[in-house]
């Protein structure tokens, strides 16, 4: 796909990830490649699971729900970036998911 909407993006090329269907519902290979860590995860008991439709403002879930977890201590939650602090199950990569 080529974008040319905008002088400064003419030529530029946007690769699609390839998928890989789990279950018959196709996933960006990235994602399909670490779904066994993902179903293998172990939550512990005062773990938090946030669902978020895609596109839906689930960055600022993250970001909201880590504040009321901190008490509204804004400096804790700069402690470090939101996907270290609020990690996404399906996003880790190299099988370094924590589990319980």
């Known amino acids: 796909m080529e974008l040319d909407y905008h002088p400064e993006l003419r030529g530029i090329t946007v690769n699609?990830?390839?998928?890989?269907?789990?279950?018959?519902?196709?996933?960006?290979?990235?994602?399909?490649?670490?779904?066994?860590?993902?179903?293998?995860?172990?939550?512990?008991?005062?773990?938090?699971?946030?669902?978020?439709?895609?596109?839906?403002?689930?960055?600022?879930?993250q970001e909201i729900v880590d504040l009321i977890c901190r008490n509204g201590d804004v400096g804790m939650c700069k402690r470090a970036p939101v996907y270290y602090r609020v990690p996404i199950l399906e996003f880790f990569m190299n099988n370094i998911l924590p589990t319980g």
Not at 23 to 41: G, K, L, R
């Open 16 to 61: 699609r990830p390839p998928l890989k269907l789990l279950q018959d519902v196709p996933f960006p290979a990235w994602v399909a490649d670490n779904w066994e860590t993902v179903t293998n995860f172990q939550a512990k008991p005062d773990d938090l699971l946030i669902a978020t439709f895609p596109k839906s403002g689930s960055t600022w879930m």
